[in-house]
């Protein structure tokens, strides 16, 4: 098969030289162009010098990369950018993986709320299809743009799919998701709360004022119990902590079972849900995921519990930078062009 | 003043050397004696080199040491040591204070359930008080023996407290403490998931099935709630997890607002109750604790959010080997001997 | 091609896991058995959680296992184990590669004096190739027994290597390697000073009154000078120290030159020496190698520097269980079985 | 006795919040102006979280602290902003401490070499006194103005010290220091190389084309030994390493032993050395340091060790921001006021 045409825009910060340590090995891909206004001239493993002898190219300008020519660019880049340019790469018949936040909440309203900005292009955001292929495979193939979801909210969902999508079985109304992100999940900036002295030996929440991934988390676990927009029947109460680690996502999600749910066989409902998926484990009855069994790999585990009678609790790991963001990014990317959605992908984790 | 006798049995594991770095600085303590079957003979500090130069003692047997001359006995041992020699030193007018679980659990049937062992003397137990200061002063003050509290029982009771003391503000019976442990917590055991190339850069939950501190747990909030002892209406969901970190406790804990409860001032509430405690800090409205503002110290800080309009959201921190054991020890010896209760205890958390 | 019929002796530990991990995505290989006697009948992927779905097989006895139709056997065993196997299966054909030491020393009486044992097999000893395939290649390929090298000793040897290789730059008989690794290169054993509370934010030396890697370093870096064996022309004072890190290796190495050296262009020599290398990174000159650039991937990097006029001090990195231990030995088996040397370890390094 | 009136210039890095939890806890230390233009009227306490309840100052800007009416003042600043002002305080005779580098180069050439300015006051420079109580004791009591060494600069001289005094010993133009550092001893900077997801699991050389303390260490080594300023008979060779760590600093130093070198005690002359030092610990013969074992404190630990005839190898540890800066700062404090060197300074290391 001829190789697709692959660009990056930004790819300066985490997900970016994630996504090209897993695109470097990609059979089916061919990056020929990398953007960075701040770092252009530069070699890109000049600044990752784990990408030494792996990847040749420079950091161009915007203006000087053949992004029109690409068949599918991935935006790595601050909210905001994406949307800027996506009509131009969209009608030169450029796809589009947006891995920020620019196409994930359909809300315009919450969009510009959460975000401090107005959408650039409303009908793009229409069309565009939040790209969490477990659940929406489909529409995931035919779009041309694709949001690649939250780290967070991947977790979050892929946890309470299986129990939102059978009717009745909890109180959705009242979820809770205790997260636990590792530090790389801020992103490479130079802030002083994210230093190895700051975030190191120490144990914190965030954002508990609210946090952009909550409307995002709601938005869609409304979806996925087929409630309508705004309808109040779901909510869950999402909140994140920061551990010391730099890879890994830990969420443990909470929900009451109805009278209904306390007699049903949860880790058969979720056995089968994910039965035939690739990327999601579902442990046996009594494990406990650990995120470092998914370091570097585009696996997401979880396990499924019942420490109450009428409470269900289930533990969620995902490496946040590839289940949970450029992974996620290029099973999209497979799923977009009709390849093999492992393509690329299987690498293991790597463990210890 | 004269100073007191102070014996310790055990200590070769982390709440003793943290016990020792305490007690080497008491200025009313004389540590007479520290034992161990295993190490008898060797200098304390060539166990841990930190102690070099500040304590002299070597480990001596059980049966060498003068205990029944001491004012009081610390037992730093693996469950069931204590009370099988509690009867003995009691009656030598030794007082004693448990940083395990023998006294800890007044239900036997509960003791016997988690510990797997017959309780050794239910009438001492019976006249044992639990060591929790900031709820207990008095009764401790007055105690033969005293139950230092878990670690994470102490988290999740004063951050519940204030809620539970006051009726009706909120639904008792289904709370959560979704609670993260330092490594450290686990103690100085050879066990594999315990190395380092195991635990680091890793986050995940445990004790899933069960864990000994819940029993602790709701019986203690139980009696805080002034519940009839097994009454079902207070019930806490406790879920430990392990992050990467040596020291540090950190609890988010959970509880539905009554519509009373929504309308209280809960800020007001929080820092009233601790208004005048040294050791417990509640911070201003908005804020996050940090693990590292209490290492090494022996404060427990906390703050109280309101996420949800009917959710109440306590954070909790405290370094799991000092508040969570041998800083409250130390704090309980002092109320037991009418000394300030700071004393020895005023050393500033360690940060970065 | 045919795959290549795989055993792994042992493999509970850290080189086992890491075999495993890149074995199961090598094209040429088919992994048949592994054996434990401690785990025999235990899934692999019930020990390391990130082989689930990977890799199906489960750990069985010696005794039960086809080891004798395999093409080639790992042994990743403690010391002592391979050499006592390694007759029978030499004699029925099958190839052997050790990553522990039976096979490292060619001196035996060093090799009982660090080793504690007499040799087993000092003839097929005598026969087995140093498996370092920068070096020894045309060997490697020839030999029915492969001594995988220590991880240490791959860092000094390829490091020192052109300087040594080339005589009279050097005083060669006071070379300095002040090394420091990772925490997994002590391996998966439940050892109170590799606990995280122990080895975490801590850094210390050890074996400093010998280490088995000494000799090793030296009988090696006498035969890439050209010295004969037991000649004292070359001496490394080798100096191992423990860093808080799961895995990496750093050596500083520290050479004094002859005014020959001094006039000699450092940094063209290396790059020439490796420059037909694929896991050998010679940086740019000025540069420093990070141990994260090669996590988890088959690279060496080092830098050469000159910080004093007659000194010159070489830099070098890896992964201390890829290059230092199992992928090394995946390069040896492809240059044992006439196969790209690359095949199966051309995944890049997991950063951050 | 009367409390000594304090005040500090910077503060709002790792050695500023050092200092304050030391002279929080000082019996004759009073705390009267701490200031910083960038924090000016931000409670101290809302900065470093560890102090809150403990330190009620504010910042306050230069202008306004009252700086002229104390009796010492520590500049705890970048470098270039304690000879400023010095001349003014000094002429009110107030004591100074610079934490910075303004005073520790005699050398006019180098100090404008290194740091990139000229120097604002020759000759205070040349009045001010190099504050390692361990060698200068004297001295420090007179001064005016001292120089607390840097972090590295102590261990090395400590370090070498004893071999330097006896001449002779030691071929002084080749030492090797090898010395590691943990994080914090980069200071509270927001720089993409300090983020806990780059120095995390991770180990590098840095500064390789020359290091600030390079001539600080052979200056004060020149000293120790009795050469004559520019002498050129004693030259040390100082490589530093970052290693994922908070706090700690590792030297392992390296110097060729003479003949009579050879024939030395080595561990009666370092032991008879330190015999009346309250902060050095010479460990018994065998023995290695761990940096966890002075985590906190201000003790500098250190091992002589002799692994080949002709070679000395001196193991070093301390807490780079207490013994290595703030500790320090105090001890001299101390000395310069004619109190017990050990006041305020006694608390154990935090282990684990």
Redesign the interface.
């Known amino acids: 098969m001829k190789r697709l045409r692959i660009g990056i825009v930004g790819g300066t910060g ?1 997900t970016g ?1 994630e996504l090209l ?1 897993l695109l ?2 990609h059979p089916h891909a061919e990056l020929v162009a990398i953007t960075s206004r701040k770092e252009a001239g530069m070699p890109v493993a000049d600044l ?7 990847i040749d190219l420079a950091f161009s300008t915007p203006d000087d990369a053949p992004l029109h020519t690409c068949d599918l660019v991935f935006f790595a880049t601050p909210h905001g950018v994406a949307m800027a340019q996506a009509r131009r790469l969209v009608d030169a018949g450029v796809r589009l993986i947006d891995l920020a936040a620019d196409f994930r909440l359909q809300n315009l309203a919450e969009f510009t709320q959460w975000y401090g900005m107005e959408h650039a292009c409303p009908e793009l955001l229409q069309e565009s299809v939040y790209g969490l292929p477990e659940l929406r495979r489909e529409a995931i193939a035919k779009a041309r743009i694709v949001a690649n979801p939250g780290c967070y909210p991947t977790t979050v969902q892929l946890g309470f799919a299986p129990l939102l999508r059978t009717p009745g079985l909890i109180e959705a109304d ?1 979820l ?1 998701a ?1 997260c ?1 992100s ?3 999940g801020a992103g ?5 709360g ?13 954002g ?2 609210g946090h952009r991934h909550g409307p995002e988390i709601n938005e869609q676990l409304r979806r996925i119990a087929g409630v309508a927009p705004g309808g109040g029947a779901v ?1 869950c ?1 999402f ?1 994140p ?1 920061l ?6 996502m ?1 969420s ?1 999600l ?1 929900a ?1 079972l109805t009278p209904t749910g306390q007699t049903a066989d949860l880790q058969s409902l979720y056995a089968e849900f994910y039965a035939r998926e690739a990327f999601v ?1 579902v442990l046996p009855a ?1 494990s ?10 585009n ?1 997401l ?1 979880l396990a499924i ?1 019942r ?2 009678a009428d ?1 269900a ?1 289930i ?1 969620v ?1 995902q490496d946040n ?1 590839t289940k949970g963001a450029s992974g996620q990014a290029v099973q999209n990317m497979n799923v977009m062009f009709g390849l093999p959605e492992t393509t690329g992908l ?7």
Chains 1, 2, 3, 4 share one sequence.
């Open positions: 985490y030289v340590r470097a090995r990752f010098p784990s990408l030494r002898g792996q009242h809770v205790n636990v590792g530090v790389s490479r900036k130079a802030e002083i994210l230093l190895f002295s700051e975030a190191s030996d120490n144990y914190k929440a965030y508990v004022k909510d109460l909140v902590h551990a010391p680690m730099i890879r890994g830990h443990t909470y009451r484990d009594g406990v995921p650990e995120t470092r069994s998914v370091r570097g790999a696996t585990r519990h420490p109450r409470t609790m533990l790991v930078l299987d690498s293991l984790a790597v463990l210890p």
